[in-house]
């Protein structure tokens, strides 16, 4: 197995009296895809916002690459979240995109306004970037007039503008239609593939995981409650409570 390029240790994430993240360890390797999965509120979303530095947290630390966060980073010391960003993706459940831009200024944005690209050459790479998300005919299009789809491509290739290390998502599949699944699959596969991305990816769906994913780790009240490959759990959880999640009698 490479070396982590993610190390979650003892994570602790409290909302007001409420803890949602309970000293969650885990480590990922360079090149995998994994998915976590579990019930809605089982803190998923929170997990992922917390390794991304958009939500500080109370307890343990987060390295992704070479950022560094832990409780009070947020607050202190903006430098490893600039780290964390160069090296990390992330694409939202509602894409986020710039809405008064184009899909090819979405892409260009922060190759010339955060990392300084020249705009001619960061227009010719984003240019690229959405003819392998499949979206070359719509370059010019605003937000407002695409697809959830196509949206949600064109904030994948805004986060591969960055060239990041990691790529996180947040429900990818929720707008999507069903027949519409298989072919992010196809992409994120073949994306995966080509840029070495490791990829970590929330979904409530376990069918998809299994799809994608070489691991799934399965989020219940906080706590990791399952960790292998995702048709092992699907095939045999260890946990009552997987099973539950999963709709399988006990
Ligand atoms: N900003 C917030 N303020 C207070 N509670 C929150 C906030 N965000 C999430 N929570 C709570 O944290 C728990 C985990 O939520 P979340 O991470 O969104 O779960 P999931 O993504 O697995 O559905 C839920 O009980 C949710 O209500
Ligand atoms: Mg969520």
């Not at 987060?62 to 090296?87: C, F, I, S």
């Not at 994948?156 to 699944?181: G, H, N, W, Y």
């Not at 299994?210 to 780790?217: H, T």
Request: aromatic share 4%.
């Amino acid at each position: 197995m490479s070396a982590p390029v993610i190390e979650v240790t003892k994570i602790v994430k409290r909302y007001g009296e409420r803890t949602v993240l309970r000293e969650i360890s885990f480590e990922i390797a360079a090149g995998q895809a994994v998915a976590l999965v579990g019930p809605s509120g089982g803190g998923k979303s929170t997990m992922l916002r917390c390794m991304i530095g958009l939500e500080p947290f109370e307890g343990g630390s987060v390295r992704v690459a070479d950022a560094h966060l832990a409780p009070g980073t947020l607050r202190k010391n903006a430098a490893p979240l600039k780290v964390l960003h160069a090296q990390a993706g992330m694409v939202f459940q509602q894409w986020h995109l710039f809405p008064h831009r184009t899909a090819l200024e979405n892409v260009c944005e922060a190759p010339i306004h955060v990392r300084g690209d020249a705009p001619e050459k960061a227009r010719a790479r984003a240019s690229e970037l959405l003819a392998k998300v499949g979206l070359s005919h719509r370059e010019s299009a605003m937000p407002r007039s695409m697809s959830g789809g196509e949206q949600q491509r064109c904030a994948i290739a805004r986060a591969l503008a960055m060239d990041p290390k990691v790529l996180f998502m947040d429900e990818p599949t929720s707008a999507l239609d069903p027949q519409r699944v298989g072919d992010l699959v196809e992409l994120l596969d073949q994306l995966t593939e080509e840029a070495k991305l490791t990829l970590v990816i929330v979904t409530h769906e376990m069918r998809f995981a299994e799809k994608l994913c070489d691991r799934a780790l399965v989020l219940y009240e906080g706590n990791v409650i399952e960790d292998g490959a995702p048709g092992e759990v699907l095939a045999s959880p260890k946990d009552s409570r997987t099973r539950a999640f999963l709709g399988l009698e006990d």
